[in-house]
C-alpha cells in the first residue's frame, strides 16, 4: 500500500486535482491520499493558504477570491461544493488564525474525495497536535483505528487538533509530515510525495547550472540538507518514515513517468549533492553528500585551490564533506565544487 501527498502546485488548479486523480488510479495501491491546499498558479499568484491567513484578520477580498478559487475548481471538475463553502465563508473569519488556515487543505480534500468518489476523512479526527508538533501515539492509534477499515480515503494535510478538539496547524509546509504520519501510522510500503519538481537536485538550479537528478539520498542526508535550510521536504516530516523503515519517493506530478528521487535508510546520495548556507559569523558552510566522501576530499581540494578559494576548514565523514569558506566565497564554492565532482564526473563516466 502506498500512501501519496500532493504539494501545492500540483493542486493549483481543476487540471492538477485531474492530473491527480489520474495518477492516483494509475496504480490500486496508491490508497490514501494527503493534500495541501491549492498553491500558485503561475509566478505572482497567491497561495490559498496565505489568502486565508489575510481572510481571518478581516480581508474580505482574500476571503472572496478563496471561495472564487474552490467554484470556479468545482464547476470545471462538476463537483458539488456549495454547502461547504458557505460554511466556510462564514467560519473563516470568525474562528481564529489557524482554523482559517486549514480550510485549504479540508476543502481541497473535500474537492478531490468527491472527484475521485472516495471517503473524505477529517484530519482533526485523526491527527492531534500540541504546540505545532504531532503527538505520535495517539495520532498514530487514531489514523489506524479510523483508515484500517477502509480502502480509499483522501485526507487534509497541515492540520490536527490538540486534545480539547480545537484544529491547530503544523508549521508551513507541515503538510508533508501529516503525510509521513499517515503512512507510518498504517506501515505503508512507500511514501510519495508529489511535487513540481522532479526530484533533489545535485545543487539549488538558483545558484549552479548543469544540476542534474539526484537518483537516491539517505534519511540522514535529507536531515543535514534540512538543517543546512534546503526546502525539499519539512524536517519534521523525516522521521516517522525512517523509523517505521519507510522509503520517500520524491515525484514530479506534471511528470509522473520520471523516477525521481527515492530517500531509504542506507541508500546514499549516488550522484554528489551539494548546498550551502551562510553562517551567523560572516563565513559560509557547504556541504557535499556522497557515500564515498573521503574519496572526494582530494579532487574537492585541488579544485578551490585552482579556483583561489582557501576553505578555512574541512571535515569528511562516510557520507559528507563540511567545508568552511568565507560568506563571500559560497555560490563560487558551490559552483566549483558541482564542477569538479558533479559535470566532470558524469563527463568521465560519459566518455
Ligand atoms: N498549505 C500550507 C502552506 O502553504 C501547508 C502545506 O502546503 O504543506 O504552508
Not at 583561489?308 to 563540511?322: H, K, Q, T, V, W
Request: hydrophobic share 45%; charged share 25%.
Amino acid at each position: 500500500m502506498i500512501v501519496c501527498k500532493f504539494g501545492g502546485t500540483s493542486l493549483a488548479d481543476a487540471t492538477g486535482i485531474r492530473r491527480a486523480a489520474a495518477i492516483v488510479r494509475a496504480d490500486s495501491a496508491r490508497r490514501f491520499v494527503v493534500v495541501s491546499a491549492p498553491g500558485k498558479r503561475f509566478a505572482g499568484d497567491e497561495k490559498i493558504t496565505d489568502l486565508l491567513l489575510r481572510a481571518a484578520q478581516g480581508d474580505g477580498e482574500a476571503l472572496r477570491a478563496v471561495l472564487a478559487r474552490f467554484q470556479e475548481m468545482a464547476r470545471r471538475l462538476g463537483v458539488e461544493m456549495d454547502g461547504e463553502l458557505r460554511r466556510a465563508a462564514a467560519e473563516i473569519p470568525a474562528r481564529g488564525a489557524e482554523y482559517a488556515a486549514s480550510r485549504g487543505e479540508y476543502l481541497c480534500a473535500i474537492l478531490l474525495a468527491k472527484y475521485l468518489r472516495w471517503e473524505f476523512v477529517d484530519a482533526a479526527e485523526v491527527i492531534r497536535l500540541r504546540d505545532g508538533r504531532a503527538e505520535l501515539q495517539p495520532s498514530y492509534d487514531c489514523l489506524l483505528r479510523r483508515l484500517k477499515p477502509l480502502k480509499n480515503a483522501v485526507l487534509p494535510g497541515f492540520y490536527g487538533a490538540d486534545g480539547e478538539g480545537r484544529v491547530r496547524t503544523f508549521p508551513r509546509g507541515g503538510s508533508d509530515i501529516s503525510g509521513a504520519l499517515v503512512a507510518a501510522a498504517l506501515g505503508a510500503r512507500l511514501y510519495e510525495n508529489w511535487t513540481d519538481v522532479d526530484g533533489l537536485m545535485s545543487a539549488d538550479p538558483q545558484l549552479v547550472k548543469d544540476t542534474v537528478r539526484v537518483p537516491a539520498v539517505s534519511y540522514r542526508q535529507m536531515r543535514l540538507l534540512g538543517a543546512m535550510g534546503a526546502q525539499v521536504l519539512h524536517p519534521d516530516s523525516l522521521l516517522p518514515v525512517m523509523n517505521a523503515g519507510i522509503p520517500t519517493a520524491l515525484k514530479n506530478s506534471f511528470h509522473p513517468e520520471r523516477p525521481g528521487t527515492r530517500i531509504d535508510t542506507d541508500a546514499g546520495a549516488n550522484i554528489p549533492c551539494l548546498t550551502g548556507r551562510a553562517l551567523q559569523s560572516g563565513a559560509a558552510l557547504v556541504a557535499v553528500l556522497s557515500p564515498n566522501a573521503m574519496a572526494l576530499c582530494g579532487p574537492a581540494l585541488e579544485a578551490l585551490r585552482a579556483a583561489g578559494i582557501r576553505p578555512r576548514s574541512l571535515e569528511a565523514r562516510n557520507d559528507r564533506l563540511l567545508l568552511r569558506v568565507r560568506g563571500r566565497c559560497l555560490p563560487e564554492t558551490l559552483r566549483t565544487l558541482h564542477r569538479a565532482l558533479v559535470e566532470e564526473k558524469r563527463a568521465r563516466d560519459a566518455g
